[in-house]
């Protein structure tokens, strides 16, 4: 089996003909880190190169599937990388760069000639939200979340598939709130395709994926690539294109450079529960003297 530092993949041991493949950071609820999307990719191209295996169920260890990008002591600092350049003028190019691979990784799953199923407990949310839509098929337990709640200031999900799996009226709802919404409003909504009481979440995507394990692989493969040309045909690619390049200016137009720096004055946490309680958040000048003056104590 191949040896990875955030997640683990192998057969199932009573069903070879499913892989397994588990994202495993769970004292960090499975955040994703700077590895996971390459190894989400290189997994998915070792289930690919097995014969005998058919379909992936991916799914998270511990408390939740995903919940989100590891921000939680990076935001909170004053640190150059890709996404979070604190240098001046900010290099969009870079940003889009390091932002695109990760797309790409994740969409792996999307691209997989094996079917892929996202088994979702606890939450899937913001960066989480987008490695579980990325799979062909979303099975949530009644209670699970998932959401955006970055759309509110600093993100936008770059692999823009809520309109594609939602349809533009939910979409903009979404987008426009950052609201999260429970397993059985996702089954409602046509997001997920089975929402069930969490202790029947194991058996109902296995269920699942059995029934999909029985058909030959080059069906599996010919059916996926008919239904995927359809999103191509409708502009998924330039729309991830675009939702790539707005990422990266949410992070760092006013807005989001007051996000930064309130997390860094007062914590993430603290940053997050401004952003997502509802209360206005700080836009152009207003944001921009807000910056000011938290530069100015940070460097007395």
Not at 47 to 59: F, G, L, M, R, S
Not at 203 to 231: E, T, Y
Not at 247 to 254: A, L, Y
């Amino acid at each position: 089996m191949p040896d990875f530092s955030t997640l683990r993949i192998a057969p199932d041991p009573h069903q070879p003909r499913i892989a397994r493949l588990l994202l495993n950071r769970p004292e960090r609820y499975n955040a994703i880190n700077d590895e996971m999307p390459r190894e989400i990719r290189m997994a998915v191209e070792w289930a690919n190169a097995q014969p005998e295996i058919h379909v992936i169920v991916v799914e998270g260890a511990g408390k939740g599937f995903c919940g989100g990008y590891d921000l939680g002591e990076t935001a909170a600092e004053m640190i150059e990388h890709p996404c979070q350049q604190e240098s001046s003028p900010w290099d969009p190019m870079v940003d889009y760069a390091f932002m695109k691979r990760n797309t790409e990784d994740f969409m792996s799953l999307w691209r997989s000639a094996k079917p892929t199923i996202a088994k979702v407990h606890g939450a899937a949310v913001a960066g989480g939200s987008d490695i579980a839509m990325c799979c062909d098929l979303l099975v949530m337990a009644d209670d699970a979340r998932i959401g955006y709640m970055p759309t509110r200031v600093w993100g936008c999900p770059t692999t823009a598939m809520w309109t594609y799996r939602l349809g533009p009226l939910r979409a903009k709802q979404l987008m426009f709130t950052g609201d999260v919404i429970d397993g059985r409003t996702a089954a409602d909504w046509g997001l997920a395709n089975e929402a069930v009481p969490a202790d029947r979440l194991e058996d109902a995507v296995m269920r699942l994926a059995q029934r999909i394990a029985g058909v030959p692989s080059s069906h599996l493969a010919m059916h996926k690539l008919v239904v995927n040309q359809a999103l191509l045909s409708m502009g998924l690619e330039q729309t991830q294109m675009f939702a790539t390049v707005f990422d990266g200016i949410t992070r760092h137009n006013p807005e989001g450079l007051w996000f930064r720096r309130y997390a860094q004055e007062q914590g993430f946490k603290a940053a997050v529960q401004w952003r997502d309680g509802g209360e206005p958040i700080p836009e152009g000048d207003a944001a921009r003297a807000l910056i000011r003056e938290m530069d100015a104590r940070r460097t007395r």
